[in-house]
């Protein structure tokens, strides 16, 4: 069964930084790519970032380049968002979800598995 359980959201204040942590089992790493997306209140669901390990491969929204970095470490079968510099607009539930292909996409419905989501707000 594949799991993915998002970790590391919480209160912040603008400027400030939080890692989160998405852990996979019940598949094989290497052969997915994993996303982390966010949902505001009233808005969609937005591609942020995703990591093709396999293929050393990352890609980024244009909103948070420069702020957020991915990575992943597979021998924990592990995939972190590292967010800089965070802005009120950054406020959101984040979700990692995972396709199994190697190749990153930022549309939603590419995605097979989700993870539940962790809240990320940040003050001003």
């Known amino acids: 069964e594949v799991q993915l359980v998002e970790s590391g959201g919480g209160l912040v204040q603008a400027g400030g930084s939080l890692r989160l942590s998405c852990a996979a089992s019940?598949?094989?790493?290497?052969?997915?790519?994993i996303s982390w997306f966010r949902q505001a209140p009233g808005k969609g669901r937005e591609g942020v970032s995703c990591?093709?390990?396999?293929?050393?491969?990352?890609s980024y929204v244009d909103s948070v380049k420069g702020r957020f970095t991915i990575s992943s470490d597979n021998a924990k079968n592990t995939v972190y968002l590292q967010m800089n510099s965070l802005k009120p607009e950054d406020t959101a539930v984040y979700y990692c979800?995972?396709?199994?292909?190697?190749?990153?996409?930022?549309?939603?419905?590419?995605?097979?598995?989700w993870g539940q989501g962790t809240q990320v707000t940040v003050s001003s």
């Open positions: 019940g598949f094989t790493f290497d052969d997915y790519a």
């Open positions: 990591i093709s390990s396999s293929v050393g491969r990352t």
């Open positions: 979800a995972a396709r199994p292909y190697t190749t990153c996409t930022h549309l939603s419905q590419r995605y097979a598995y």
